[in-house]
């Protein structure tokens, strides 16, 4: 990077926002974001320099493009500059409050712009990106009332976007403060005497360096940079920079549709993360800004990618819902395995699934889905195997299946088979199996899949309603001393939460038998149910570690043929 295009110098925060300069936040930068907590660093800083008494306090780096001086496109501390913006107008509309129309009048010429006598606006010193400007310019810049604000922050009448709803809780939290602090020190110095105060610690004492770049590519590189030396920004972040940056002619198109993308509300790094190992190969979260940014140069490639991304964003965030309508046309037994997949919580098969999903007929991909629950079930869930092994696996399944469009279930298991546990390993790992409190879905679910087996038929499945159906240890969570007479050679803890201590119960006789012994139990609350894998409790007179191993060693016969694959 030539040396000879930047220039950084140390200077105040007065220096920065007064003068003749004028800042722009590009629209490829991300909208407002700052919450109660970054705002309140902020202000402590300026509280602390002053009471502290101290010459200075560094407040970090802002790097801007002067290649249209004098207006600077802010290239990074926008969030910083936009905060400190409105913390000027909150000091402006305080001093007017007060009276001193003069104070009020000298903040806003010199820190948020002139006053246009034709349209008796202020022109902004700073103008934000597509969607916060008319917003800030609107409510903010131009004096709006406290009361106004209050209502516009809580109303339900006004739709306001989330980024510039955090723009007016901006403005209401710092004038909480502000107004505490005139509470605090007013009646000792006097109220305009704090705002001066403030406006001067501002003026004088907040240092930042400013970067300034002609070249746009060094701006974007020294952004990088500041990123990876430890600012806040997610991968997406980085990525929508560069993809704006470089869209040039097409840039419109590319917003449309990456506000289309980000409407799905998707975990947007995980998501083109899964998106690229579908289709290119394998990158790791770190790696993935830098490998798009090598193979995406001009506009044509990144218009083309973010078109396929919003085609791809639509069949992933299906992939968290069973009710979306990607599925209508679909069966349920389809619904339900995505129902198990997000049961599970596994999302490193979704690169898999979104090749399928784009590349297999409408018949095939149910059975495709089908090899993923299985393969997960006994991979993850009951195994407990290394994940990390898998990626590259799904990765190359995924290719597999984009490039090849095979047209059996049994090819697709071919590319993955290497990760089935076999039925030995399976039932190994099923036997010692347990499940804390964090997972009685799971347990449930479980139960229910083994219930259906015990009955060979759907009629009676276990109700989903956890509120109706209880999931039940039989050895209770807290057992009375009753209970531990068949437990005096072990510790009773070691059994509570294995599947072989669990069952199915109807609520409402759960509720009756409570912490009961073995035998009140049986007789009031599992001869009563309707479902045989309770009803099976009852051939045991005793409840001890030999009767719990027993039956989880039966489970798992059995879920060795329920979660199955026969390729």
């Known amino acids: ?65 002067n290649s249209k001086k004098p207006e600077l496109m802010l290239i990074d501390g926008q969030q910083r500059v936009t905060t400190m913006s409105i913390l000027m107008c909150v000091l402006r509309n305080i001093a007017k409050e007060k009276g001193d129309d003069q104070l009020a009048q000298t903040i806003s010429n010199k820190y948020l712009g002139s006053l246009n006598l034709r349209t008796r606006k202020t022109e902004s010193k700073l103008v934000l990106n597509e969607r916060n400007n008319q917003f800030y310019q609107e409510y903010i810049v131009e004096s709006q009332t406290i009361t106004f604000l209050r209502e516009l922050s809580v109303s339900k009448k006004r739709s306001i976007d989330k980024s510039n709803k955090l723009i007016v809780d901006a403005y209401l939290f710092l004038y909480q403060k502000i107004q505490e602090r005139i509470k605090e020190l007013g009646k000792k ?28 590519a060094n701006s974007y590189l020294i952004f990088e940079t500041l990123n990876d030396r430890g600012l ?50 394998l990158v790791t979260e770190k790696d993935l800004y830098r490998k798009i ?34 599925w209508d046309s679909y069966n349920s037994d389809l619904k339900k395995d995505i129902e198990r997949l997000n049961l599970f919580k596994v999302s490193q098969c979704y690169s898999v699934l979104l090749a399928a999903k784009e590349s297999l007929t409408d018949e095939l991909f149910p059975k495709a889905l089908r090899i993923i629950v299985i393969l997960s079930f006994r991979y993850n869930v009951i195994c407990a195997s290394n994940p990390n092994k898998l990626e590259s696996a799904y990765s190359n399944a995924a290719r597999y299946i984009r490039e090849h469009k095979p047209k059996s279930a049994k090819h697709i298991f071919e590319q993955l088979k290497e990760f089935y546990p076999s039925d030995t390993e ?13 997972n009685t879905k799971l347990a449930r679910y479980i139960l229910s899949e083994i219930n259906s087996h015990y009955m060979d038929s759907k009629e009676l499945i276990a109700n989903p309603n956890a509120t109706e159906l209880n999931l039940e240890h039989i050895l209770p969570q807290k057992p009375s001393d009753k209970w531990l007479v068949e437990f005096s050679k072990t510790d009773p803890n070691q059994y509570i939460y294995r599947l072989g201590n669990m069952t199915l119960l109807d609520s409402s006789v759960n509720r009756k038998v409570g912490n009961t012994s073995f035998e009140e139990k049986s007789a ?38 329920i979660w199955r694959l026969n390729y």
Request: glycine letters at 4%; charged letters at 30%; proline letters at 2%.
């Open 293 to 326: 940014a090598i193979e995406l140069r001009n506009s044509s490639q990144i218009f083309d990618f973010v078109s396929q991304l919003r085609e791809a964003a639509e069949i992933y965030a299906a992939f968290e819902n069973s009710q979306s309508p990607v």
């Open 426 to 438: 399976f039932e190994r790992a099923f036997v010692e199996k347990s499940f804390t409190a964090s």
């Open 1 to 65: 990077m030539p040396t000879s295009s930047i220039d950084s110098r140390l200077m105040s925060f007065g220096e920065l926002l007064t003068g003749n300069n004028s800042y722009s936040v590009p629209s490829f930068q991300r909208d407002y974001s700052w919450t109660e907590a970054q705002i309140d660093q902020l202000w402590n800083d300026i509280t602390e320099t002053l009471d502290e008494g101290r010459s200075e306090h560094f407040i970090g780096a802002v790097v801007v493009n």
């Open 232 to 281: 806040d920004l997610s991968v997406a972040d980085l990525l929508k920079n560069y993809l704006f940056s470089r869209a040039s002619d097409r840039l419109k198109e590319v917003q449309r549709k990456w506000e289309q993308i980000i409407s799905d509300k998707l975990d947007l790094t995980r998501f083109i993360r899964h998106y690229w190992l579908s289709k290119y190969g």
């Open 524 to 561: 009031k609350a599992f001869s009563n149910s309707k479902l045989d894998i309770t009803r099976e409790i009852l051939k045991d007179s005793v409840w001890g570690p030999k009767q719990i191993e027993e039956r989880q060693k039966k489970m798992a016969k059995m879920a060795c043929q």
């Open 189 to 216: 110095v006097g109220d305009i005497v704090v705002l001066i105060e403030l406006e001067e610690c501002i003026r004088d004492k907040l240092v930042s360096i400013l970067i300034s770049v002609a070249d746009e």
